[in-house]
Each structure stands twice: as C-alpha cells, then as structure tokens.
C-alpha cells in the first residue's frame, strides 16, 4: 500500500528559481537532493498561469476549460471564489481510501463556511491563510486553523515590520508538528502551499538574510506603509534589498523542505514516502520582485499571467525510495490535472480514469510500460481580456486579447523554437486551424467565468 504522500507547492516560483533547474546566484541544495533521489520534469506545465485556478487544477484533475475556478475573484468578507459543494478533490480521493489529510499553507478556493472551505473539500485540518490577497503579507495578523481565526497578536501595526510572527516560519512548524503526531502504520497526504516566494518580499533578520545582504545590486521597492490602507491587506512593504530577500526567501524555503525531510527520516516513514515538489505558476514581478536578474524563468519567454512557456511551464520533482529511479529526467509533457488521475491509480488500480482530463503517470514513476501520452494541453487564463493556449507535440498556439477589440492568435514550434520568439502563423495555416478546433473543443462556457 501506498501509505504516505507529501505534495509541496511553491507559490510563484519560477522554472529557473531552483539551482537543479539552473539558478547559478543562489542554492537550493535540500531540493536538489529531492532531484539527485528522484526524478526531475523538465515539461510539466502548471494548471494555468495564477494561484486560484491553477490550484482548482491541481485539486480536481481538471484543465482550466472545465475547472470550477477559472481566476483569482475576490469575494467578501474574506476570500476567493469557492469550490463547489458537488467537487471531488485530491483530499477526497485518500479520504475514502483511510488517509488522514491536511493542509499547511495558502488555501485561497473558499472562504471559512463556504462551500469551498478546506474541511468541506475533503482536508481534516488546515492551519494557515484562507485568502489569497491576505496571504501577500508574511506578518499578517491572523490566520486560521480550520474554521478557528487565529490572532497573531504580536503583528500589530506598531510593531517595527519585519519583527513579529513570520507566518511560513509558524505554518511550517504546524506541519512538522503534523508529522511527529503520526504513527508508523497511519497513511495521510500532507498538502503544504507555502506562499514563498510571492510578493510581498520579506524575511526575518536572520542568519539567512545576512547570507545575502550585499551580495546583489539592489534597486529598492517602494511599497505601502502603516497607515495605508493596503498595508498588510493586498499591499506589498517597502523593500530596500529586494533581490537579497527574494534569494532569502527561497533558501529559507530549501531549509523548510530540508527540515520536512528530516522529520520524515526520523520519523522512519522516509522511505515509504512519496514527495513531489512543483511551483503553481510562473514567477512574479511584484513587491521589487526582479525575475530577469535571477533568470527565473530559464529560456522560456514570459511571467506569471502569460502563457507563454514562463508563465506555465515550471519546476517538478518526484521522489519515491524503491518506485522512482534516483537521478532520472524526463522530458513526459504533463499537467497539474495528471496528479489526481496518479494518485487514482495509486488509491484503486481498477479505477476507471476515462473521464478524467489528466493521465495517470504512475508507470513512469515506477519505469514501467503502459505509460499513456496527452494528445493535447489547454490553457486559459480570465484577466487581461482573456487568453488560451493549446499545446500538441511541438506546435503550440497562443490566442490573445479575446474580449479586446483586436483578438489575435500566434504559432509557435517548440521544437525549433522553445524561447517562442518566432511567429509562423501565416506559414502552417492548416496546423493553425487544427488547433483551433483543439481550443473550441476544450473551452467549456462557465457564467462564472465568461471568457468570451
């Protein structure tokens, strides 16, 4: 039996943020280690290119044409857009299978009593941010443990910024805690969304952040203060080392997935654990935040809310002592809406996954035959007046400004051209109408969403 599963995601965290992917200004040695024990993607591609849907992606093992979440709509008095009653998630799928469930982290798919809250989709307990605008703080003044408001009471505005609660260090020691109440025999998937790196670009003063003040040119950020009503609210801080926070910030986040490690070692359930690292999105440009000096992106062209490759293609590593071979790469194009359809086949290998937008990649992870391939991945994104993106083998087609005046598509092969710098629509106008019909096909109308 497949008894213990940790899923970490990185919030905002670029292909290129992670020294296994290519980051040459700073390490990230324990996640490397996760790489060198198991197997590193290089084409997987996140559910789409900002928190909520793509999140709604990974949950459900829907593409962001069927999702229930398709963007980032903030709703009183505290939150995003909810999951409906009637959606089956990743929670619910060990739930019926006897695994204890949690969650650690940024929630952001519904409020606290909502149909989308997290111990109505399946979560025994959740300790950390139901909203995803408050959750731009790192010193907020409260978070939730499942239904309960938590006041951080120490994060008042009168306190010097910076000192206080830091929240991820807090959400982390819940889930260490989370671990050493576990016995041996007890199976439970473990959800941790940390919001490192995503702006707001902050850390104690620490040993840390002295490992990288002075190492960058800087160019300060100036953000909110107190007294604004954003501040801690949606707003970002004022930053004068943005760029040495932002590498403290993700080595900060290293030593947290170092430490969970550990824990599982002690523990003794290390090697019948499987851990996947992913981030939900490309990197960000905001909070001083500079992913063009840290490379953040590789070679992909495009950030977060693109879809360009930057925007959705990201880092992936799955370690599984005795499954997955150590030091494997695989170039397997795949999704956030495989995980659920893996995990289906782990939970009930006889489970029909038909229905499913996802492929189960569980004979990759054990190197077995069988291995089954998309025929296509569709994107679509809700702001900016609306985007989609289809991708099938090489060719991959961008539409842009939907709802705009002037809607426009792009071409691209990956193949030839993985920066997608050349536009060779006007040249493949058979490849293009192909793949037009892939994004008709695809895009289900949602009145919550309206694309078109």
Not at 21 to 47: H, V, W
Not at 154 to 175: M, P, R
Not at 205 to 218: A, L, Q, T, V, Y
Not at 431 to 448: G, Q, R, S, T, Y
């Amino acid at each position: 039996m497949y008894k213990r599963q940790v899923f970490i995601l990185a919030d905002d965290l670029g292909y290129g943020d992670l020294s296994c992917y290519g980051q040459e200004k700073f390490d990230t040695p324990n996640i490397d280690q996760l790489a060198q024990n198991g197997m590193r993607f290089t084409q997987c591609y996140s559910g789409t290119t900002v928190s909520a849907p793509s999140r709604s992606c990974l949950l459900t093992g829907t593409h962001s044409g069927h999702t229930a979440i398709r963007g980032n709509k903030e709703l009183d008095p505290e939150g995003q857009f909810p999951l409906p009653a009637d959606a089956r998630t990743i929670f619910h799928l060990f739930k019926d299978a006897g695994y204890k469930t949690a969650a650690f982290g940024k929630w952001g798919l519904g409020f606290i009593g909502s149909t989308g809250d997290p111990n109505k989709q399946g979560i025994d307990y959740f300790y950390g941010y139901n909203c995803q605008l408050l959750a731009h703080s790192y010193y907020p003044d409260h978070l939730w443990e499942n239904d309960q408001r938590i006041e951080l009471k120490d994060n008042v505005l009168e306190v010097e910024y910076g000192k206080g609660t830091y929240s991820q260090d807090l959400i982390h020691s819940k889930a260490l805690s989370f671990l050493d109440a576990r016995k041996q025999e007890e199976p439970f998937f473990l959800f941790y969304p940390t919001i490192i790196p995503h702006a707001e670009l902050i850390v104690p003063e620490d040993s840390i952040i002295k490992k990288f003040r002075g190492k960058f040119p800087e160019v300060p950020y100036k953000g909110f203060e107190p007294g604004s009503p954003a501040f801690r609210k949606g707003g970002y801080c004022t930053q004068l080392n943005p760029r040495a926070t932002f590498a403290a910030m993700i080595y900060r986040l290293d030593v947290y997935v170092g430490q969970l490690v550990q824990k599982l070692k002690e523990k003794g359930m290390y090697e019948n654990t499987l851990i996947i690292f992913a981030s939900d999105n490309g990197p960000h440009q905001e909070g001083g935040a500079d992913p063009d000096f840290f490379n953040s992106n590789g070679i992909w062209r495009g950030y977060k809310r693109d879809l360009y490759e930057g925007g959705i293609r990201v880092p992936m590593i799955v370690s599984w002592p005795g499954h997955v071979q150590s030091g494997t790469e695989t170039d397997f194009m795949c999704s956030f809406w495989d995980l659920m359809p893996t995990f289906e086949e782990m939970l009930r290998p006889k489970a029909d996954l038909r229905e499913m937008d996802g492929v189960s990649m569980l004979p990759l992870l054990e190197n077995r035959k069988g291995q089954k391939e998309h025929e296509y991945l569709y994107f679509e994104f809700q702001e900016l007046n609306g985007r989609q993106a289809v991708r099938k083998g090489s060719w991959k087609l961008v539409h842009m400004n939907i709802r705009g005046d002037k809607p426009y598509y792009e071409l691209y092969n990956l193949a030839a051209d993985p920066s997608e710098k050349h536009n060779v629509l006007s040249q493949y106008p058979e490849k293009v109408e192909e793949l037009k019909n892939i994004m008709k096909e695809a895009h289900v109308d949602d009145p919550n969403w309206p694309l078109f």
